[in-house]
T-cell receptor, first 111, second 113 residues
């Protein structure tokens, strides 16, 4: 079992839709949670960063962490075609922990 | 800041040949990571360095793979001999902290025929 699990999709939504991307993790020592966005033939880029449980909002993006259920979510409001990319969740421990990535979910936003 | 710079962008080589991938991390970043990405396995950590010292190479597939970081501004990942199953996109990333976000390079797409 991978430490961070993510449905690879693909996920296709119409422009303007609310997108929900989810991951689960197995290591209760994980304290730091991130979402990366990867466009085709590019390296992943950091999108959102959260520490421990709670919500974090940045424009149209909201990241949620529920440590009790070991669940990580990313919500995209008013999705745009430019949001079409692969989204990777990642987690690490508080000290000495490597960043472990999920498989990535491929998102396509249709105009 | 030019970001993390990787070379070459693409590499096509024949099975059995030696392949060397190169990476220049962001100045001031103490951590350097080598990842491999495939459709089947996703993004896998191969090895990471802290202050030029290899810390964890448990992800290196086998002895055919080796990585070095002779100084703070340069690292190499070498595969010798290469095999078709090594075909993947290899990413280098750097960071100021093990737990904070990493900055990735654009990757090297390796094809072994």
């Amino acid at each position: 079992q991978k430490e961070v699990e993510q449905d690879p999709g693909p996920l296709s939504v119409p422009e303007g839709a609310i997108v929900s991307l989810n991951c689960t993790y197995s290591n209760s020592a994980f304290q730091y949670f991130m979402w990366y966005r990867q466009y085709s033939r590019k390296g992943p880029e950091l999108l959102m960063y959260t520490y421990s449980s709670g919500n974090k909002e940045d424009g149209r993006f909201t990241a949620q962490v529920d440590k009790s259920s070991k669940y990580i979510s990313l919500f995209i409001r008013d999705s745009q075609p430019s949001d079409s990319a692969t989204y990777l969740c990642a987690a690490s421990r508080n000290q000495g922990g490597k960043l472990i990535f999920g498989q990535g979910t491929e998102l396509s936003v249709k105009p | 800041d030019a970001g993390v710079i990787q070379s070459p962008r693409h590499e096509v080589t024949e099975m059995g040949q030696e392949v060397t991938l190169r990476c220049k991390p962001i100045s001031g970043h103490d951590y350097l990571f080598w990842y491999r990405q495939t459709m089947m396995r996703g993004l896998e950590l191969l090895i990471y360095f802290n202050n030029n010292v290899p810390i964890d190479d448990s992800g290196m597939p086998e002895d055919r793979f080796s990585a070095k970081m002779p100084n703070a501004s340069f690292s190499t990942l070498k595969i010798q001999p290469s095999e078709p199953r090594d075909s993947a996109v290899y990413f280098c990333a750097s960071s100021r902290s093990l737990s904070l976000g990493y900055t990735f390079g654009s990757g090297t797409r390796l094809t072994v025929v």
